[in-house]
T-cell receptor
């Protein structure tokens, strides 16, 4: 079981509200990621970070923002939630060892967001 | 276009039976291929990883195969258990370095019935 945590696990919120999804890991990993996953669909990378004060946008355009002030913490914020933001959000981290086998990403349990 | 296609989309089998899940990819260059298991309401967990030179790798009742020439991989589950019910996701990386990008399949939803 990976030591990566996400809160809340479920969130139902009204349109226009500001929300922050929390993600923390205790493995000391430098690299962290946020993915969006709709039912029956593939994971889409929306943000990633290679370390403190490093954040980059992923492949899927997202209206969310992230910050990385501490190694263990990588929160995702939606300033104004909309129904189109309804989805599952998965946080992951890796040690970025860069071997031939690449890197194993360890995923959190996810946050299921419903915007009414 | 780099893509990962999985089949079947869903599969129902009886407990104790074997099954095989397929993954075809067009990712190039190719570095490695992973199979993840995702239980309902949970994050994916890595089952196996295979590099270009590997043909077969086992993890308990899970056996993954890779044919880098035809760009196909399979995940064989032996003597299925109820706890095997999950989505199985194929993930291909185009480089082994920290710059590698991951391409995700949509997964095969496996249901094991008693």
């Amino acid at each position: 079981e990976a030591d990566i945590y996400q809160t809340p696990r479920y969130l139902v919120i009204g349109t226009g509200k500001k929300i922050t999804l929390e993600c923390s890991q205790t493995m000391g990993h430098d690299k962290m990621y946020w993915y969006q996953q709709d039912p029956g669909m593939e994971l889409h990378l929306i943000h990633y970070s290679y370390g403190v004060n490093s954040t980059e946008k992923g492949d899927l355009s997202s209206e969310s923002t992230v910050s990385r002030i501490r190694t263990e913490h990588f929160p995702l914020t939606l300033e104004s939630a909309r129904p189109s933001h309804t989805s599952q959000y998965l946080c992951a981290s890796s040690d970025g060892s860069g071997t031939d086998e690449g890197e194993t990403q360890y995923f959190g349990p996810g946050t299921r967001l419903l915007v009414l | 276009k780099n893509q990962v296609e999985q089949s079947p989309q869903s599969l129902i089998i009886l407990e104790g039976k074997n099954c095989t899940l397929q993954c075809n990819y067009t990712v190039s260059p190719f570095s490695n291929l992973r199979w993840y298991k995702q239980d309902t309401g949970r994050g994916p967990v890595s089952l196996t990883i295979m590099t270009f030179s590997e043909n077969t790798k086992s993890n308990g009742r899970y056996t993954a195969t890779l044919d880098a020439d035809t760009k196909q991989s399979s995940l064989h589950i032996t003597a299925s258990q109820l706890s095997d019910s999950a989505s199985y996701i194929c993930v291909v990386s185009d480089r082994g370095s920290t710059l590698g990008r991951l391409y995700f399949g949509r997964g095969t939803q496996l249901t094991v019935w008693p």
